[in-house]
């Protein structure tokens, strides 16, 4: 199993529990019991949440329930039981452990129980709590819950049971997603009978259980127990998505037409109960399966990078190509009149960790300190080719962004924000400006949010509409007032304060406009003076402050891939038009599209 694909699980899971408020009470200790490996990713999200919370849990881990801690109040009891085998050691321990607990002030005894394979039933689509109890008369879970049973009215006692794990690779796991995905690997062949489709199974992703795991622990009810698993699939869908996704590596499908089954049958878990308690799946069934398939596939196969190359119509390529293009073109236009730029953001994180563009972006950003950015914005409206326009709120014709962009014209890029506005959308290049501001903290944190309000005002005066989120009734009473001036008259404005400190003599900068988060000025000192780099097949440029700022953009660890969740092209494209990029074309046969209607 890669380790990225565990890694994404627990940061879906840490997102999952911090959104929706997850938390255990401060300073718990947890201790969490068992062989299987939903044990070690239930630790490694504790830990994880430790480093990036104020809670401060204490962690133990333990095979067993001789290995726990000294009495601690506000423990948490976590027992992993895999009740696949009639392992009556794990019983004995498992009321040892209820035990110890019972005699703990506070404590809470969850069971995170793995049960049998469920039989095929065709009269019952997903067995809810109590009808999974009902037909479970006799059997080794049974004596399981009667075990819990005995301590409900000595602590807080809690079961969740798991069918089938998604990424387990067992023999009991009525699922077996990863036997599937190896000997479609090993045989370059998915084997379907038509019988599968009538096979239709639940099974949970890690993340998901983790999730579960703390819902239970801060919303649910003693003495109740919880069905969790994933959404319903049959072993054709499954295996349909296999060979789909992975046909393109030649991998073939082999289909058996069978009449043996003509009605469905179900080994389904319903999870309506867990569900009313706030519980919902981090994501859908496909995604999931495309995560888990990354975590079994050897290094050649690249699914994640495959769905990026869909997510823009197939035409990545042509947009990068074209940005490159006009990368060189700035370059050039700066060596001629002697302006230093250098790579921003992403892009300079790209240069850094992948000598070019990070897998999953789709632009190019370059920055300037002021003094080189007014000389540039100079030398492109008079340089710049044709193909090229230079764009900035000082042109009057709708473009209010606080940043510019160089746009290619015959084609079109824009998001759901930004088709909202009368303005040329091309595929762009962003041009950031690092501004100047005080050397003392109350002035730049003065500075700043004067701009960040007047940002806000702006937003709305522009989209011309009162916001949706809880700012909607002050916006509403606001806009009447902000439409006595006009957005021309507001760029101004901001412009003015972010200047403010254009021609003092201060040695710091503010980061560069944009919508992020405040990550705190930076020394001008690392921006003074530019290194070459290699960005794909180009030679550019990159600030000798690079990995300060690098580290306080993105954080110390920034030459870490992000999580599999996290790489999705950073554009939410709305439309995309590439126009005349898409062919080879002789320049002087080029017919130019007014992209408002193709015909006029």
Not at 188 to 197: E, L, P
Not at 373 to 385: G, M
């Amino acid at each position: 199993m890669h380790s990225d694909f565990s890694k994404n699980e627990i940061f879906m899971s840490c997102e999952y529990i911090k959104s929706h408020n997850l938390f255990l009470k401060k300073g718990s200790v947890v201790n969490v019991i068992g062989k299987h490996c939903l044990c070690d990713y239930i630790c490694s999200t504790l830990k994880s949440l430790n480093d990036t919370t104020e809670y401060g849990y204490t962690v133990y881990q333990s095979e067993n329930a001789d290995a726990l801690s000294s009495t601690v109040k506000k423990q948490c009891f976590l027992y992993c039981f895999d009740a696949r085998t009639n392992d009556t050691y794990k019983l004995t321990d498992m009321t040892k452990a209820l035990e110890y607990a019972s005699k703990t002030d506070g404590a809470q005894f969850i069971a995170l129980v793995i049960i049998p394979p469920l039989s095929k039933r065709e009269d019952v689509k997903a067995l809810s709590e109590i009808e999974l109890s009902k037909i479970s008369r006799n059997t080794f879970l049974e004596k399981i819950e009667d075990a819990l049973s005995l301590y409900k009215d000595k602590l807080n006692v809690k079961e969740i049971r798991f069918d089938n794990f998604l990424m387990e690779d067992s023999s009991d796991n009525a699922l077996n997603f990863s036997a599937i995905v190896n000997d479609a690997v090993s045989t370059k062949c998915v084997t379907a009978d038509s019988g599968d489709a009538f096979d239709v199974i639940s099974a949970v992703t890690f993340s998901d259980a983790i999730n579960a795991v703390f819902t239970v622990a801060v919303n649910g009810n003693h003495g109740n127990i919880y069905n969790c698993s994933g959404e319903a699939l049959s072993l054709f869908e499954v295996k349909s998505f296999v060979y789909e996704t992975l046909c393109e590596y030649g991998i073939r499908l082999n289909f058996i037409n069978s009449e043996n089954q003509n009605k469905k049958s179900y080994r389904v878990l319903n999870c309506g109960k867990l569900n009313s308690l706030g519980f919902t799946r981090v994501c859908d069934s496909k995604t999931a399966m495309l995560y888990a398939l990354d975590g079994i596939l050897p290094d050649t196969y690249d699914v994640i990078s495959d769905k990026l190359d869909s997510i823009y119509d197939g035409k990545i390529s042509y947009i990068r190509e074209q940005e490159l293009e006009l990368l060189k073109v700035v370059d050039k236009i700066c060596i001629e009149n002697s302006i230093t730029y250098f790579l921003s953001g992403g892009t300079m994180l790209g240069a850094a960790r992948h000598k070019g563009f990070i897998p999953w972006d789709d632009d190019i950003d370059i920055a300037m300190l002021r003094e080189d950015y007014e000389r540039f914005k100079k030398a492109c409206i008079e340089q710049l080719p044709q193909k090229y326009e230079y764009q900035s709120y000082t042109n009057k014709d709708g473009y209010h962004y606080f940043f510019d962009k160089i746009t290619i014209k015959d084609t079109y890029f824009s998001t759901k924000y930004s088709d909202k506005f009368d303005m040329r959308k091309g595929i762009f290049m962003d041009i950031f400006v690092f501004d100047k501001t005080s050397d003392k903290p109350f002035f730049q944190k003065l500075h700043f949010n004067t701009l960040m309000k007047m940002r806000l005002l702006m937003n709305v005066r522009w989209i011309n509409c009162a916001r949706k989120d809880k700012s909607y009734m002050l916006s509403k009473l606001l806009l009447p007032i902000l439409r006595i001036f006009s957005m021309d008259t507001y760029s101004k404005w901001y412009d003015k304060v972010l200047r403010r400190y254009e021609k003092r003599k201060t040695s710091t900068v503010l980061p560069p406009a944009t919508d992020h988060k405040w990550r705190g000025v930076m020394p001008k000192k690392w921006f003074d003076d530019v290194t070459i780099t290699q960005f794909e097949n180009v030679p550019t440029y990159i600030p000798v402050g690079c990995d300060n700022y690098l580290k306080q953009w993105y954080g110390d660890d920034f030459m870490e891939m992000l999580p599999l969740c996290k790489r999705v092209g950073s554009h939410d494209f709305y439309r995309l038009d590439i126009g005349n990029e898409i062919n080879s074309v002789d320049e002087s046969d080029v017919k130019h599209y007014n992209y408002k209607g193709e015909l006029l």
